[in-house]
């Protein structure tokens, strides 16, 4: 005897288009969720399987039974007589058949007892279909709005969801107030049982990256390049980038016109100072374009170890080297270098051993400083 419930079935397709799950999902849903029940209100530990139909809402339970010669538990056994006039004669001895057993009242047990863990699978559901639109934006960047503080995290309001911004991926110069809008870089999207837990960070240097991409065409088009990225969150960061088409100025193509580019960025990053490099394929003129805003006089470098030394005029060296060495680490980062820089002074005075190195000078390419 078949249950219909039309009602419910309207109801549970409404559900399904109100959150964006497909049909079947829900469905099965509710079938797991009614063998659960049956079990439970009638007192079965029998292998049952509910089938509701997708056209009519009707319940349909069925007990499955193994075909034997003597019947000795009704609940799980079926003689062979029974079998073969139920189903027929092909049905022969240890076969496994289903027997309808559907309740007169199962429909008011079903709206009853289905409720709850159908929507606890709407919930997982709405979280599966979150994750899987979150999982592929690793690396990426994400536009939300400042939810709450909790602790030391910061919780941005993605729309659908929200992410976490932990401390140590928090710029230490910036305040963040409720309902700011701030752009974020997805580090890692993680399935969890409460849903998809998105970490984000505001100091990675893909973040920088990123919004280059957003402000410069020419990157998205692929026609300029970024080599590497090295930052100080908040403080300065340097980019080097490059076009291996000779007519497109690539520094230029990321300062834009009258700076606007570059300065979209900068405002995103409340004000970290960006300069801007060329990258070169010589190791020599990378490393002295590294060291922008400063002008070098020559480069030597050992390319086994990594290692270079540079000669600066007098006085370009406080500027070469930054505040409290600032500018020099930030190029050893975006080169992947070591660099000892000295005056043309030090150089002469105390004498610059390169002796396993190439010396070569230098001048410095095309670059730019937002200060």
């Given at each position: 005897?078949?249950?219909?419930?039309?009602?419910?079935?309207?109801?549970?397709?409404?559900?399904?288009?109100?959150k964006?799950?497909?049909?079947?999902?829900?469905?099965?849903?509710?079938?797991?969720?009614?063998?659960?029940?049956?079990?439970?209100?009638?007192?079965?530990?029998?292998?049952?399987?509910?089938?509701?139909?997708?056209?009519?809402?009707?319940f349909?339970?069925?007990?499955?039974?193994?075909?034997?010669?003597?019947?000795?538990?009704?609940?799980t056994?079926?003689?062979?007589?029974?079998?073969?006039?139920?189903?027929?004669?092909?049905?022969?001895l240890?076969?496994?058949?289903?027997?309808?057993?559907?309740?007169?009242?199962?429909?008011?047990?079903?709206?009853?007892?289905?409720?709850?863990?159908?929507?606890?699978?709407?919930?997982?559901?709405?979280?599966?279909?979150?994750?899987?639109?979150?999982?592929?934006?690793?690396?990426?960047?994400?536009?939300?709005?400042?939810?709450?503080?909790?602790?030391?995290?910061?919780?941005?309001?993605?729309?659908?969801?929200?992410?976490?911004?932990?401390?140590?991926?928090?710029?230490?110069?910036?305040?963040?107030?409720?309902?700011?809008?701030?752009?974020?870089?997805?580090?890692?999207?993680?399935?969890?049982?409460?849903?998809?837990?998105?970490?984000?960070?505001?100091?990675?240097?893909?973040?920088?990256?990123?919004?280059?991409?957003?402000?410069?065409?020419?990157?998205?088009?692929?026609?300029?390049?970024i080599?590497?990225?090295?930052?100080?969150?908040?403080?300065?960061?340097?980019?080097?980038?490059?076009?291996?088409?000779?007519?497109?100025?690539?520094?230029?193509?990321?300062?834009?016109?009258?700076?606007?580019?570059?300065?979209?960025?900068?405002?995103?990053?409340?004000?970290?100072?960006?300069?801007i490099?060329?990258?070169n394929?010589?190791?020599?003129?990378?490393?002295?374009?590294?060291?922008?805003?400063?002008?070098?006089?020559?480069?030597?470098?050992?390319?086994?170890?990594?290692?270079?030394?540079?000669?600066?005029?007098?006085?370009?060296?406080?500027?070469?080297?930054?505040?409290?060495?600032?500018?020099?680490?930030?190029?050893?980062?975006?080169?992947?270098?070591?660099?000892?820089?000295?005056?043309?002074?030090?150089?002469?005075?105390?004498?610059?051993?390169?002796d396993?190195?190439?010396?070569?000078?230098?001048?410095?390419?095309?670059?730019?400083?937002?200060?």
């Open positions: 005897m078949a249950t219909k419930d039309k009602g419910f079935l309207d109801a549970l397709k409404e559900v399904g288009q109100e964006g799950i497909a049909p079947e999902v829900l469905f099965e849903a509710v079938e797991a969720a009614l063998v659960s029940a049956y079990k439970r209100n009638f007192n079965t530990a029998s292998n049952v399987r509910v089938y509701l139909e997708r056209a009519t809402g009707e349909h339970v069925y007990a499955q039974k193994k075909v034997v010669e003597k019947v000795e538990n009704k609940v056994e079926i003689s062979l007589l029974q079998a073969q006039k139920q189903f027929g004669e092909s049905i022969v240890d076969d496994v058949v289903e027997v309808e057993v559907t309740p007169a009242n199962f429909g008011r047990i079903a709206a009853q007892t289905a409720k709850q863990v159908v929507v606890q699978r709407i919930r997982e559901a709405e979280r599966g279909i979150i994750y899987e639109e979150y999982s592929n934006r690793s690396s990426d960047i994400l536009t939300g709005t400042v939810q709450r503080m909790e602790g030391h995290n910061v919780f941005i309001d993605l729309g659908k969801t929200e992410a976490v911004l932990a401390p140590s991926e928090q710029i230490s110069t910036e305040q963040y107030k409720h309902n700011d809008r701030i752009k974020v870089y997805v580090v890692e999207v993680k399935r969890t049982s409460k849903g998809p837990q998105i970490l984000v960070s505001r100091t990675h240097p893909g973040l920088l990256k990123r919004l280059f991409e957003l402000e410069v065409p020419e990157i998205q088009e692929g026609t300029v390049e080599k590497s990225v090295a930052r100080e969150p908040g403080m300065r960061s340097k980019i080097a980038v490059f076009s291996a088409n000779e007519e497109i100025d690539p520094v230029g193509s990321c300062v834009g016109q009258k700076g606007l580019r570059v300065q979209a960025v900068v405002d995103e990053l409340r004000g970290e100072k960006i300069d490099v060329k990258w394929e010589d190791p020599a003129k990378y490393i002295a374009n590294s060291l922008s805003p400063a002008k070098v006089v020559s480069v030597a470098v050992n390319e086994e170890k990594k290692m270079s030394r540079v000669i600066v005029p007098d006085y370009q060296l406080s500027l070469a080297i930054g505040k409290e060495g600032q500018n020099a680490r930030l190029a050893a980062k975006l080169t992947g270098w070591k660099i000892d820089i000295k005056s043309e002074t030090q150089a002469a005075e105390e004498g610059f051993d390169s396993d190195m190439n010396m070569v000078n230098v001048v410095s390419e095309e670059s730019f400083s937002v200060d």
